[in-house]
């Protein structure tokens, strides 16, 4: 009863936004694309519950009139650069460029990760970004399809001029979930130790003083130049950061 | 043996003693040594930067900036945006180029040598991926490219010291290397050799690269990349300055007679490697490799892929200049021609233009031509005799028909139907001068054998030389004799019915 009880009171927290809907992926093996000098071959990735598409516009403002500290004229400057939430009319007023429909944006990886905390869940790792994102319509891993990576260099090829689409309007994957590719970039709770070398060229002979343990990573498949460039993008940002088109989204354990 | 090797060390030390001396000449006379060894990037420094830093400026292609006219090194800064666009490729062809400065190529960056280059990268705002910059004229590990990776909205900062004269690629070196490059991010930074380059009247920048897109050349509408067909190196598009028609019509390249050019020509690739060549030109001097050295009077320069280089030209006689990859399908079906304009008075007396426009008769005939330029004198005084009529039509004859009928008139059995000992010419010998003129299709009878081929018809032969050919025949290899005149020939032209082969 006092259980129940507690649970009410939390429940105003968790209707924070309109629930865009966390679905089940179901754990399992998984080769990455990248190489970790410390996992060779499959991992195994634990089930856990990702929501169906990134945060939206109108989502992320509800979290800031909560949270004024993530506000952009409060939020301090080491836990957001210039550029955070800049295409908002108004500190809580979104405008044409950003509409409530729309995946959030212009988000830094520390506002992005109080948003999840806020929810009670957490930014994905790379590993169940990536095994998520692996899956098609009807495989859970269709990497090896020649049709799916050229879906996701389609959208490399599109600049970031074009208006966003509203979020949740691509195609669900097997497990239910939208906009991994063709939408945004998303932030990953460990994207800082993803230190692919900024001139890759050096295949072979990377500066090793730079890595240590998981950090030190290459792409393991050369096939994969499309999860290789996300990575790259990542790669390039600090916690402060934020583009216009980089978003996130949260994952859940399961108990 | 031990004597020879006695004698070559001999011969090493005085090598040695020779190139030590060298070096101690260099050292006190520069003047003499720079005509074949400018000491590189080791005497590159020339001091530190004097007098207020200067702000670079950077021309968009074709253009080039102005020389930087300084006399001593100073710091330059230089600042370059990265910008992803939608832009024209072809007519009606859109695709997403990535590019510094807004262009493919990117702007022209202009230094002189012994220069403190401050480099401040900006990737746009609106840029969906993060990138670099690698300069092949920068001293130091990924020429620049570590110290640059920069993400969207983000700006950074490194400087180098430009140690070696020369024309350099610059290019994005940001993963998948091959396919930022093959967006279009590319461009040239010269770094004048401190006494400057000659003058020259105009200057303009061309850049090369192959484009990878998902339709086939000139589909319509936004095209995308393609990776596959990338990475087996078999573009679609081979263009100058990013789009087809970027250097042609009223965007062709300008100059008036009398005038020097020089163009800064580089590779952006990212696979293949230019034969560069200006129809019509010769390069007066070509900075081959973009280096120190120049050679004169070339034709055609390779430019390999990540590679550039300079090369001049006077222009003497007005028109149309057209430059190519001289890999010639590269410019006739994927893109690869721009055209220079030169204007001015025509100059005969170095080309004449079109002065006359005649029936080349193959060069078997040239020897003997005489004969057809004797045979040609007598016809317009009214003298032309039967003699001199066989001796133009043999040399015709070699010309044009022994290909197939040979110069024994035996033809070839089966194929082509002899002429010598013809039964068919001995029927009706005027028929000849029909089959010169109409040609001959479908199976025809001669001296036994039938023949089914095509003789097309030779109507581009003046009357007076099918009279001679004929004539020539006639009186040839067992054949009946007699004489074609012109005025026989003129009344078959007129007959229009086609060629086919004769009722019997």
């Not at chain 2, 074949?36 to 001091?47: A, P």
């Not at chain 2, 091959?178 to 930074?189: E, Q, S």
């Not at chain 2, 003298?383 to 010309?399: C, I, M, R, T």
Request: glycine share 10%; charged share 20%.
């Amino acid at each position: 009863m006092r259980a129940i009880l507690l649970l009410a009171c939390l429940a105003p927290l968790a209707a924070l936004a309109a629930d865009p809907g966390y679905v089940r992926v179901p754990g399992g093996d998984f080769t990455t694309t990248l190489q970790y000098e410390d996992i060779r071959g499959a991992s195994r990735v634990a089930t856990f519950e990702m929501m169906a598409r990134p945060v939206t516009n109108a989502e992320f403002r509800t979290f800031v009139q909560r949270y004024p500290q993530w506000r952009r004229d409060r939020v301090p400057g080491v836990f957001a650069g210039n550029g955070y939430l800049d295409h908002w009319q108004g500190s809580l007023q979104l405008s044409a460029g950003a509409q409530g429909s729309q995946p959030v944006t212009r988000v830094s990886w520390f506002a992005a990760k109080a948003y999840c905390d806020a929810q009670g869940a957490r930014l994905p790792r790379w590993l169940e970004w990536e095994y998520a994102a692996a899956a098609d319509g009807s495989r859970r891993d269709a990497r090896r399809d020649a049709a799916w990576r050229d879906r996701i260099l389609q959208w490399y090829a599109q600049p970031a001029s074009r208006p966003l689409p509203a979020a949740g309007t691509t195609a669900a994957n097997v497990y239910g979930v939208r906009d991994l590719h063709g939408v945004v970039w998303e932030w990953t709770d460990d994207f800082s130790s993803m230190l692919v070398t900024s001139d890759n060229r050096t295949q072979g002979d990377p500066d090793r003083n730079r890595f240590c343990g998981a950090g030190a990573l290459s792409v393991a498949d050369r096939e994969q130049y499309a999860v290789l460039m996300r990575v790259a993008l990542l790669s390039s940002l600090e916690g402060r950061d934020s583009t216009s088109t980089l978003g996130f989204r949260c994952v859940r354990e399961v108990q | 043996m031990h004597r020879v090797i006695r004698i070559l060390l001999l011969a090493a030390l005085l090598v040695a003693g020779v190139t030590g001396c060298d070096r101690a000449d260099q050292a006190t006379a520069p003047s003499a040594a720079t005509a074949t060894n400018t000491g590189g990037s080791k005497q590159g420094d020339l001091g530190p930067p004097q007098g207020e830093p200067i702000k670079a400026v950077l021309t968009s292609p074709p253009m080039v900036p102005p020389p930087t006219g300084r006399k001593a090194p100073a710091k330059v800064i230089v600042e370059l945006e990265v910008i992803e666009k939608e832009m024209a490729i072809s007519e009606g062809v859109r695709y997403t180029f990535w590019t510094f400065g807004g262009t493919v190529p990117g702007s022209f960056i202009r230094v002189r040598q012994g220069d403190t280059v401050e480099f401040h990268l900006k990737n746009s705002p609106d840029s969906k991926m993060p990138h670099n910059i690698d300069l092949h004229g920068v001293t130091g590990p990924g020429g620049g490219a570590a110290s640059s990776f920069t993400a969207p909205g983000h700006a950074s900062r490194f400087t180098f010291k430009a140690l070696n004269a020369g024309l350099y690629v610059y290019h994005c070196a940001t993963a998948p290397v091959g396919m930022h490059v093959a967006n279009g991010m590319y461009g040239l930074i010269l770094v004048e050799p401190p006494q400057g380059l000659p003058k020259v009247d105009r200057e303009y920048y061309v850049m090369q690269g192959d484009f990878y897109t998902v339709g086939k050349y000139r589909e319509k509408g936004l095209q995308g990349f393609n990776m596959e067909s990338a990475i087996d190196e078999k573009p679609t598009y081979v263009l100058f300055n990013g789009s087809e028609g970027a250097l042609t019509g009223d965007k062709a390249l300008q100059a008036k007679t009398g005038e020097s050019v020089r163009l800064y020509v580089g590779n952006g690739g990212p696979n293949l490697v230019s034969s560069f060549h200006v129809i019509g030109e010769i390069f007066d001097k070509v900075w081959y490799e973009g280096g120190t050295h120049f050679q004169e009077n070339v034709q055609t320069t390779l430019i390999p892929a990540g590679g550039a280089a300079m090369m001049e030209f006077h222009m003497e006689v007005p028109g149309s200049y057209v430059l190519v990859d001289h890999s010639i399908f590269r410019a006739f079906n994927k893109g690869a021609i721009a055209i220079l304009k030169a204007e001015g008075p025509e100059v005969k007396e170095i080309y004449s233009g079109k002065e006359v426009d005649e029936t080349y008769i193959g060069d078997r005939a040239q020897s003997n031509l005489a004969a057809v330029a004797t045979a040609a004198k007598s016809a317009s005084a009214g003298a032309l005799s039967v003699d001199e009529q066989v001796k133009a039509g043999q040399a015709l004859f070699a010309g044009t028909c022994s290909t197939c009928h040979q110069a024994t008139g035996q033809g070839l059995p089966g194929v082509f139907p002899p002429l010598a000992k013809s039964d068919y010419i001995a029927k009706q010998p005027s028929e000849i001068v029909h089959v010169v003129l109409h040609g001959l299709t479908g199976p025809v009878a001669v001296n036994g054998k039938t023949y089914d081929s095509v003789m097309p018809p030779m109507n581009q032969l003046t009357d007076d030389e099918i009279a001679n050919i004929a004539t020539y025949v006639l009186n040839s290899w067992g054949n009946p004799g007699g004489r074609v005149q012109k005025d026989e020939v003129a009344k078959h032209r007129k007959e229009v019915h086609p060629a086919t082969a004769p009722k019997h």
